[in-house]
Every structure is written in structure tokens, then in C-alpha cells.
């Protein structure tokens, strides 16, 4: 038993001096998205939208916003919106989102003008309602 104890400690040592190590490894997979479309309040695509302020809304009225979208993909994408997370939920039978570009195809490198449009409906003074918030998800496909 002590022999096979003063080999194996020779063989240990004998590794450890040509350089092998001992260890264990783990492959952690890593993922991530490349943002190949981005969305400004400029022409020059100098100011990111990040967020949409429709300020003080009065029922029956209809509000608009210009962006400005650029591919900065090598191919076309196809632009779709979606909108969601009302907060109340019931906001959403009271108001209408929606954009101009919905199912459209965006040329590689193209820079172009979007209308958004907001509608509050005149029955909003009927639901209670007096602040909300929604989530607007840009959805970008490519072929």
C-alpha cells in the first residue's frame, strides 16, 4: 500500500512540474441580441426613444408622435407593434394605439419617418379613469 501511495505521489508531482493541471470545467453558455433596428425622436438619429410621454390626454382626442427608425442591419427587416400591460387593465377598451409602419419591410441601412398614433375614445369619462400606463414593443422580423 505504501508503494502504490509513493507512485501515485510521483505521478502527481511529475505532472505538476511539466505543467498539467488538475481542475474541473464548466461551460456556462452565454446568449445575447444585437440591436440591429433602433428607434429615435430625430431625423439625424441622435436622441433614443426610450420611453413615450403623451402628457395630459383628453377623451375624444386624437395625439400623434414622429419616430425615427433605422436599420442598421445588413437585410430588411419587417416592423410589427404591440401593445400591452395596461395598467388598469380597463385602459384598453378606452384607447387605441397604433403606427403606420405595422407588417412593413425596412430596407438595410434605411432611415425612415413614423407616425404614432394615439386615440382616446370619448367614453374614457365613463370608466374612471384618470392616469395609465401601457408597454409598446417594437417587433422586428427578418426573412
Known amino acids: 500500500m505504501k508503494k ?17 493541471s488538475y481542475g474541473v470545467f464548466i461551460t456556462i453558455p452565454n446568449t445575447g441580441h444585437a440591436q440591429m433596428v433602433q428607434y429615435y425622436w430625430d431625423a439625424d438619429a441622435t436622441q433614443i426613444v426610450t420611453s413615450i410621454d403623451w402628457g395630459d390626454t ?12 433605422k436599420n442598421f442591419a445588413s437585410k430588411q427587416v419587417t416592423l410589427n407593434l404591440a401593445v400591452g400591460n395596461w395598467t388598469p387593465a380597463a385602459a384598453s377598451q378606452y384607447m387605441a394605439f ?3 409602419r405595422d407588417g412593413e419591410a425596412v430596407a438595410a441601412g434605411l432611415t ?8 382616446v ?6 370608466s374612471g379613469i384618470s392616469t ?4 409598446t414593443t417594437f417587433v422586428e422580423t427578418w426573412p
Open 58 to 69: 383628453s377623451p375624444g382626442a386624437v395625439y400623434t408622435k414622429t419616430i425615427w427608425i
Open 132 to 135: 395609465w400606463t401601457c408597454d
Open 4 to 20: 502504490t501511495w509513493s507512485i501515485l505521489l510521483i505521478v502527481v508531482s511529475i505532472g505538476a512540474l511539466a505543467g498539467f
Open 98 to 100: 397604433s403606427w403606420n
Open 112 to 119: 425612415l419617418n413614423s407616425t404614432l398614433t394615439l386615440t
Open 121 to 126: 375614445y370619448a367614453n374614457l369619462t365613463q
